[in-house]
């Protein structure tokens, strides 16, 4: 009777001994790599809107404060999107008749808002609220990034429970002066510990690490 | 067939000591006899198995409909929101229990008659984990966030509360999974080889014989493999006691009137191993029957175990005794009510006193010897010890959930179609497992009891090594 088993099925063995360890850890750290990459969390992904609005040429170009056009962002839990009538007062009649500015018109002649696309989306189950942030020092670019060098705006945070922890854990490590809020490239002038400290305790920023801080 | 041929007949107890093993028994017939179930089927097991099929059928319905419902389908609500799926979590684990037991306290004690049993034990034990598993997860309500149990770096940035003896629970359990697994394994390893060496056709040979890893039976291989057994033994031994402490802090440490008692993990590991070895006599004394291991599962198996249980049951009786005596010790009223009151006169009495006379009184039987090997006797009595220790488990979460602190609170728990659907399809994946592993699995171990028919001198081997010496 021949060998049930040929020499080969040696080499089976042992590779199969390093598959099962592989599928054991490489599987697991593989899926834990996953999550954390821009792919699965929508990072960096332009979202393509109704009409090719570049933040640089506004922000950079022409120094408009981001609270121009997202007005309630101090007073509202959203940071409000500005309706058409905002756009069109500063564009000369020249810029709005070219056939970028079409969706604008159209807008504009139908008293219908332009459909912007949501960039920076949380779950439903997340209760956010621009307003508090904004009061109590977080820069717009902690979380949006450097939208004044975006062609096409794209989520820049991870936006996973983990990231929105960090700073819920250790505020005074992110906090600004409330003037510097909307500032684009902030850098502190004194080191951040310091500072954060000292606006940690006038501005009454507290660790909110409770659950129903924002699953309510 | 000498050895199939003697051992279908009962031998009527005679007297003790009895012999751990019966008869001459060469070991190549303890080969083919005891590999003999792998090779043919029955009417009964084909019978069996439909039974068991229909019945995980029923758990497979049962727990889609949970999933895709949500639990509100099942009878728990505020404040008993534990119920049916946590009784069945501790009944299931706890049966698990006897297992280890037997095979690694055992094994560590020298008792050289787990040899015959220890196999379908640590098959019971796996099978019954793979049962207890389910509860808890289904229990999460979201089950296929059960992941969220195991401390990884998540990206929520936030772990298991430590804290909580739910996390300790999935250790806990994990750990005696894995352990279980790799002893039970382990322990076939020579008896795959076994069954590799005899398979009728060529792809059985090579199914056991990837199983068997190779295993020659050379003086090299048994040397490393008595110390790895042992070793995984003393390694699986502190489980059985750990394992089962754990799951009664997830009562002890909650503050309950019922629950939050120091008694808990002691009086919960006794109950564990108490109701695995009930599980063990119902599953042995028909095994032993249909394969005719008359001869290897001897009075002396039962008795000894019956014995355990007796024990088992003493000890049972005490924790309870000593429950109800600190209630009213403690001179505090929660204390009182639940222990004076509410469980013996409560809306539950009838699964209190079910429980108190089958946990308590059925072991008694195990005083008189003609019992203690009597298998009609030792068949009910384990079902009824195992029904006892369900409703145990169901008085200890009711009847302390369902009487909450405010009068206006209290709630009623009565269990749906679907709870009762769960549980007796558990019953019916339990029977399905088994089943499978009785057909395709060496249910006894054939190694531990050639080398015993070779210690005790029963192999027959005396005349031939007589007459080759000569």
């Known amino acids: 009777m021949p060998a049930l088993f040929p020499p080969w099925t040696n080499v089976v063995a042992r590779a199969s001994l390093i598959a099962a360890v592989v599928l054991v850890v490489g599987v697991p750290a593989a899926l834990m790599a996953w999550v954390r990459a821009p792919n699965a969390t929508r990072r960096y992904e332009p979202v393509a809107q109704p009409i090719a609005f570049d933040h640089r040429v506004h922000v950079v170009g022409e120094h408009i404060d981001c609270r121009y056009c997202h007005f309630s962002v101090e007073r509202s839990s959203t940071a409000g999107i500005p309706p058409t009538s905002t756009c069109v007062p500063c564009h000369s009649q020249t810029l709005l008749g070219s056939s970028t500015f079409a969706p604008v018109r159209r807008s504009m002649e139908a008293n219908t808002p332009l459909q912007w696309k949501r960039v920076t989306s949380l779950p439903g189950f997340v209760y956010f609220n621009h307003a508090i942030h904004v009061n109590k020092g977080v820069g717009c670019e902690s979380c949006h990034g450097r939208v004044d060098q975006m062609a096409t705006v794209y989520q820049a945070a991870p936006l996973t429970m983990g990231w929105c922890l960090s700073c819920h854990r250790y505020p005074a490590a992110f906090v600004r002066p409330r003037a510097e809020v909307t500032a684009m490239g902030y850098a502190p002038r004194q080191p951040q510990r310091v500072i954060g400290a000292r606006l940690v305790r006038e501005y009454h920023v507290r660790r909110l690490t409770n659950c129903t801080t924002c699953h309510r | ?470």
């Not at chain 2, 590999?35 to 019945?55: I, V, Y």
């Not at chain 2, 697994?181 to 014989?209: E, I, N």
């Not at chain 2, 602190?405 to 019953?427: C, E, K, N, Q, R």
């Open chain 2, 1 to 470: 067939m000498s050895a199939a041929a003697r051992p279908l007949v009962e031998q009527p107890p005679d007297r003790e000591p009895w012999p751990v093993m019966r008869g001459e028994h060469p070991a190549a017939a303890l080969t083919d006899h005891l590999l003999a179930p792998l090779w043919r089927s029955s009417p009964t097991w084909w019978l069996l198995f439909g039974l068991s099929s229909l019945g995980t059928l029923l758990l497979l319905f049962t727990v889609t409909y949970t999933v895709a419902r949500g639990i509100g389908v099942w009878g728990n609500n505020i404040p008993v929101a534990w119920a049916f799926a946590i009784t069945n979590f501790v009944w299931w684990i706890g049966i698990g229990h006897a297992g280890t037991f037997i095979s690694a306290f055992l094994i560590l004690l020298n008792q050289r008659w787990r040899g015959s049993i220890n196999r379908v034990a640590e098959a019971m034990t796996i099978f019954a984990l793979v049962n207890a598993a389910l509860f808890p997860l289904l229990h999460l309500g979201r089950p296929w966030f059960f992941y969220w149990l195991i401390p990884y770096p998540a990206t929520m940035g936030v772990w298991p509360n430590f804290k909580s003896a739910l996390p300790w629970d999935v250790a806990a359990v994990t750990t005696y999974f894995t352990v279980s697994l790799l002893f039970w394994f382990l322990g076939l390893v020579p008896d795959l080889a076994s069954a590799r060496d005899r398979a009728p056709s060529r792809l059985k040979r090579l199914v056991y014989g990837v199983f068997a890893m190779g295993w020659r039976g050379s003086g090299f291989q048994w040397q490393r493999y008595r110390v790895a057994y042992v070793l995984l033994a003393a390694l699986a031994t502190p489980l059985v006691i750990s394992v089962h402490s754990v799951v009664s802090l997830d009562f002890s440490i909650a503050q309950l009137p019922g629950w939050h008692s120091t008694i808990f993990p002691p009086y919960f590991v006794v109950g564990a191993i108490y109701s695995g070895l009930a599980m063990v006599f119902v599953l042995l004394l028909p095994l032993r029957r249909a394969f005719g291991l008359y001869d290897i599962v001897t009075e002396a198996h039962l008795s000894a175990m019956a014995k355990l249980m007796l024990a088992m049951g003493l000890m049972l009786a005490y924790s309870y005794v000593v429950e109800i005596f600190m209630s009213w010790y403690s001179a505090d009223f929660a204390e009182q009510y639940t222990y004076l009151t509410a469980r013996p006169a409560g809306p539950y009495a009838i699964a209190y006193w079910i429980m108190t006379v089958l946990n308590v009184v059925t072991p008694q039987l195990f005083w008189v010897r003609r019992f203690r090997t009597s298998t009609r006797v030792l068949f009910l009595a384990s079902i009824g010890i195992l029904v006892g220790m369900w409703m145990e488990r169901f008085i200890i979460i009711v009847t302390s959930l369902n009487r909450d602190f405010l009068t206006s609170s209290w709630h009623i728990y009565m269990p749906t179609w679907v709870d009762w659907g769960i549980l007796a399809g558990s019953l019916g994946l339990f029977g399905f497992l088994f089943l499978l592993f009785v057909r395709f699995v060496p249910s006894v171990a054939i190694s531990e009891v050639k080398e015993l028919s070779i210690e005790l001198g029963r192999d027959g081997a005396e005349l031939a090594g007589a007459a080759g010496d000569a």
